[in-house]
């Protein structure tokens, strides 16, 4: 895009490129926040349910998709990388490792699989603030250009929105200098109450009646019971409500990142390098289920809620069944039953309970369901299969359960393998998002950081010695856990070929107490290479007596 230099032209050209990226963003709010109930409470109603199967089953469904403490890196250089940069993979590799798991990145991507399964899409977003900090964004907080594209990396513009303290934005302006400064703070408004008079209703007040309840919030957002949570937190409303817009800049050919606070004020005007890597944006999209034609993909809730109302509905006539047939109704007929009291009703009702009439003719008659019970039940359990089903878990051999018909442990794993494909597929496109997670901010500390390091040859250099055509790659497939006995088995075979060090094979199957296990094998090593050594020369030495 190309940016006005005039102020005002600017100012203009950001309404439009916000209003064009949020154009869906109240839509999305509120389909977002009706499968958040969903996902927490079985319902979108105020009413609980007996039984919530959306969130077993989507809990277990990122079980199998991501697996942080298995997973393992390795360094693609691009073509035409020199051969001496070869000496620089392994240090940045483990030094990629250090960054996923000291960050708390490592547990942070296990978030966002799970809910963007539940939303649709969940966003990643990492700055350089002394060091890289990722945080987990509500996909209806960010914006794009066009939502029929459905790669980030092609938007022309991304828009974030969220809130700020007035003290936290007092600390970020700090360097624009005290004059500069106390001019944007005059300028800012917080929110404040919600004046629902304005025109438009901004995206944030809209977000903020959900978070805080105030009064015509939006359709799907529930003020629940106050006898048990809601998992929602409590918002003070004097927040500033700001902007983060990235442009690609055409002339820069780096993305233009502006800082805007509500009502319009530009705090920042600053190239994308200064916040992420030059020609980088920070955000980093996870789409389980990719639509071709739709940037936020498909939500596997949104296709369970109609199978949890159908169990919901069930249950009830289950457990309505069960009830009648615990305490089935009476029909008392003839003479005789004019003087029961509730007393001797109830007597009648409880366990053992009898009752005895002297007038000829009088009748108790049984009606209970005509349904049998364990049919019920059937019907019930082949409902829950179904959710299995639509979240490509199906087979008690995926969840780890005896099945009909399995020989041996051969035969379970074949099966296994076999049976696993619908969430291998998925679990291979959340490889894509985590490898440019950690590959991003690798680039950004090797932008910034500067410490020595050793190389193969135990030479000291910068990360900035590094050539920076790379990528870093999850290592067989190593983020998904259906993927791990499929790993050590190719490992071991490697092991034995002599293609792969033992160092290697623990770093890739990861062991109990690798890390000493690893030093361990350094000892055990040396000292092999010594009896080596020691036979060898007493072979020589035969040998030598053999020619005397």
């Given at each position: 895009?190309?940016?006005?230099?005039?102020?005002?032209?600017?100012?203009?050209?950001?309404?439009?490129?916000?209003?064009?990226?949020?154009?869906?963003?109240?839509?999305?709010?509120?389909?977002?926040?009706?499968?958040?109930?969903?996902?927490?409470?079985?319902?979108?109603?105020?009413?609980?349910?007996?039984y919530n199967k959306i969130w077993p089953t989507i809990d277990l469904l990122s079980?199998?998709?991501?697996?942080?403490?298995?997973?393992?890196?390795?360094?693609k250089y691009g073509v035409g990388v020199p051969e001496e940069q070869v000496i620089?993979?392994?240090?940045?590799?483990?030094?990629?490792?250090?960054?996923?798991?000291?960050?708390?990145?490592?547990?942070?991507?296990?978030?966002?699989?799970?809910?963007?399964?539940?939303?649709?899409?969940?966003?990643?977003?990492?700055?350089?603030?002394?060091?890289?900090?990722?945080?987990?964004?509500?996909?209806?907080?960010?914006?794009?250009?066009?939502?029929?594209?459905?790669?980030?990396?092609?938007?022309?513009?991304?828009?974030?929105?969220?809130?700020?303290?007035?003290?936290?934005?007092?600390?970020?302006?700090?360097?624009?200098?005290?004059?500069?400064?106390?001019?944007?703070?005059?300028?800012?408004?917080?929110?404040?109450?919600?004046?629902?008079?304005?025109?438009?209703?901004?995206?944030?007040?809209?977000?903020?009646?959900?978070?805080?309840?105030?009064?015509?919030?939006?359709?799907?957002?529930?003020?629940?019971?106050?006898?048990?949570?809601?998992?929602?937190?409590?918002?003070?409303?004097?927040?500033?409500?700001?902007?983060?817009?990235?442009?690609?800049?055409?002339?820069?050919?780096?993305?233009?990142?502006?800082?805007?606070?509500?009502?319009?004020?530009?705090?920042?005007?600053?190239?994308?390098?200064?916040?992420?890597?030059?020609?980088?944006?920070?955000?980093?999209?996870?789409?389980?289920?990719?639509?071709?034609?739709?940037?936020?993909?498909?939500?596997?809730?949104?296709?369970?809620?109609?199978?949890?109302?159908?169990?919901?509905?069930?249950?009830?006539?289950?457990?309505?069944?069960?009830?009648?047939?615990?305490?089935?109704?009476?029909?008392?007929?003839?003479?005789?039953?004019?003087?029961?009291?509730?007393?001797?009703?109830?007597?009648?009702?409880?366990?053992?309970?009898?009752?005895?009439?002297?007038?000829?003719?009088?009748?108790?008659?049984?009606?209970?369901?005509?349904?049998?019970?364990?049919?019920?039940?059937?019907?019930?359990?082949?409902?829950?299969?179904?959710?299995?089903?639509?979240?490509?878990?199906?087979?008690?051999?995926?969840?780890?359960?005896?099945?009909?018909?399995?020989?041996?442990?051969?035969?379970?794993?074949?099966?296994?393998?076999?049976?696993?494909?619908?969430?291998?597929?998925?679990?291979?496109?959340?490889?894509?998002?985590?490898?440019?997670?950690?590959?991003?901010?690798?680039?950004?500390?090797?932008?910034?950081?500067?410490?020595?390091?050793?190389?193969?040859?135990?030479?000291?250099?910068?990360?900035?010695?590094?050539?920076?055509?790379?990528?870093?790659?999850?290592?067989?497939?190593?983020?998904?856990?259906?993927?791990?006995?499929?790993?050590?088995?190719?490992?071991?075979?490697?092991?034995?070929?002599?293609?792969?060090?033992?160092?290697?094979?623990?770093?890739?199957?990861?062991?109990?107490?690798?890390?000493?296990?690893?030093?361990?094998?350094?000892k055990i090593e040396a000292g092999e290479a010594q009896q080596a050594q020691a036979?060898?020369?007493?072979?020589?030495?035969?040998?030598?007596?053999?020619?005397?």
């Amino acid at each position: 895009m190309r940016i006005p230099s005039d102020l005002f032209e600017r100012e203009q050209f950001l309404d439009e490129v916000i209003q064009q990226c949020e154009q869906s963003a109240m839509e999305r709010l509120t389909i977002n926040t009706a499968l958040r109930n969903y996902t927490l409470f079985g319902t979108n109603d105020v009413a609980p349910v007996k039984y919530n199967k959306i969130w077993p089953t989507i809990d277990l469904l990122s079980s199998f998709l991501y697996g942080q403490e298995g997973v393992q890196f390795s360094i693609k250089y691009g073509v035409g990388v020199p051969e001496e940069q070869v000496i620089y993979q392994e240090t940045l590799r483990r030094k990629a490792h250090e960054i996923w798991e000291d960050t708390g990145t490592d547990e942070l991507f296990g978030e966002a699989v799970l809910w963007a399964l539940v939303y649709n899409t969940t966003i990643l977003k990492t700055i350089w603030n002394g060091g890289p900090h990722t945080f987990a964004v509500y996909p209806h907080m960010i914006g794009v250009y066009r939502e029929d594209i459905p790669k980030i990396d092609d938007q022309e513009a991304i828009t974030h929105l969220y809130y700020s303290t007035r003290s936290a934005l007092r600390s970020q302006t700090k360097i624009l200098g005290k004059e500069k400064q106390d001019k944007i703070l005059d300028r800012v408004g917080t929110l404040g109450p919600v004046d629902e008079q304005m025109t438009p209703a901004t995206v944030t007040q809209i977000i903020l009646k959900g978070q805080i309840g105030a009064p015509g919030g939006v359709t799907g957002v529930i003020n629940r019971a106050t006898d048990f949570y809601n998992y929602r937190p409590q918002i003070s409303p004097e927040l500033v409500e700001m902007r983060e817009v990235w442009v690609y800049d055409d002339e820069l050919e780096d993305y233009r990142v502006f800082t805007r606070a509500n009502p319009n004020v530009i705090i920042f005007d600053r190239p994308g390098r200064d916040l992420c890597h030059k020609g980088e944006h920070p955000f980093v999209k996870v789409t389980p289920f990719p639509l071709p034609d739709y940037f936020w993909g498909l939500s596997m809730v949104q296709n369970l809620i109609g199978l949890q109302d159908w169990h919901e509905g069930h249950s009830n006539r289950v457990d309505m069944v069960f009830r009648r047939t615990l305490r089935p109704s009476r029909v008392f007929t003839g003479p005789g039953w004019g003087q029961l009291t509730d007393e001797k009703m109830l007597a009648l009702d409880r366990e053992g309970g009898t009752f005895n009439s002297n007038v000829p003719g009088s009748k108790v008659e049984t009606y209970k369901p005509e349904v049998d019970i364990a049919q019920a039940l059937l019907y019930l359990k082949d409902i829950d299969e179904k959710f299995n089903e639509m979240a490509g878990i199906g087979g008690n051999i995926m969840r780890a359960q005896g099945d009909e018909g399995v020989r041996s442990m051969q035969h379970a794993q074949v099966l296994a393998r076999m049976g696993s494909s619908r969430i291998k597929k998925t679990a291979l496109r959340i490889e894509d998002p985590a490898e440019k997670q950690i590959t991003l901010m690798m680039k950004m500390v090797q932008d910034h950081d500067k410490n020595k390091y050793l190389d193969e040859e135990k030479k000291e250099f910068l990360l900035s010695q590094v050539t920076d055509n790379y990528s870093i790659k999850v290592s067989g497939h190593s983020l998904s856990p259906v993927f791990i006995e499929d790993t050590k088995a190719q490992a071991e075979k490697l092991v034995a070929m002599r293609a792969m060090t033992r160092e290697r094979y623990v770093e890739e199957t990861q062991p109990p107490m690798a890390e000493e296990l690893k030093r361990d094998l350094k000892k055990i090593e040396a000292g092999e290479a010594q009896q080596a050594q020691a036979k060898q020369a007493v072979e020589y030495i035969k040998a030598v007596s053999k020619l005397k």
